[in-house]
């Protein structure tokens, strides 16, 4: 489990503050946690990036006001024509305490139903779980080595330590098809 962190600095919240931080390359953002008073705070906007473009899941450690945060990204708000960031919102993790996130899954192998013909399907690319982010993954490896043509691999089948799944447990996540036969039809067995 990787952690990033980022540097920030405490801001007056409210619109009009927002917006002149937005024209100097600053992003707002609020941190919650429970049982705690907000902590707004901006960033650099180049800082987010590994933070919000990421395929991965990660904690990330806030420092602000001479204080390590630890938390995970809660919201991001983009704007609706240049999908620049607007907003983010931080929500405060302790460890022990279970959160619910979504983990990115990672098809590894080489599936003996592709060798036999078959084609590989990937129906779901991230799974809901609940887990200590302390200990979270940063994504979930789904080997199909022995995934045979017409089988498929769902939620149930996954057994990890420490963490738990949420979603439907007879979710398919990859299937391996058998490939497509053209029928013929029954007049082309006499043209030939």
């Known amino acids: 489990m990787s952690q990033i962190v980022l540097q920030a600095e405490p801001r007056t919240p409210g619109q009009t503050a927002s917006k002149v931080l937005r024209r100097n390359d600053r992003v707002p953002g609020v941190y919650y946690a429970n049982g705690q008073d907000p902590i707004h705070f901006s960033v650099q906007k180049l800082a987010l990036r590994p933070v919000v473009y990421t395929a ?33 919102d931080l929500l405060g993790v302790a460890a022990g305490q279970k959160i619910a996130v979504e983990i990115p899954l990672h098809i590894i192998g080489q599936s003996v139903g592709v060798r036999d013909g078959g084609s590989l399907e990937q129906v779901l690319h991230k799974a809901h779980v609940m887990v200590d982010p302390t200990t979270m993954p940063e994504h979930i490896d789904i080997d199909v080595t022995n995934l045979a043509k017409g089988s498929a691999i769902v939620i149930r089948d996954l057994n990890i330590a420490g963490v738990e799944f949420t979603g439907r447990q007879d979710a398919v996540i990859v299937a391996c098809h058998a490939p497509k036969v053209a029928a013929e039809e029954p007049g082309d067995a006499v043209k030939k």
């Open 56 to 88: 991965e899941a990660k904690t990330v450690r806030l420092e602000v006001a001479g204080k390590g945060l630890t938390c995970i990204l809660k919201d991001v708000t983009f704007h609706p024509v240049t999908d620049k960031i607007l907003h983010f």
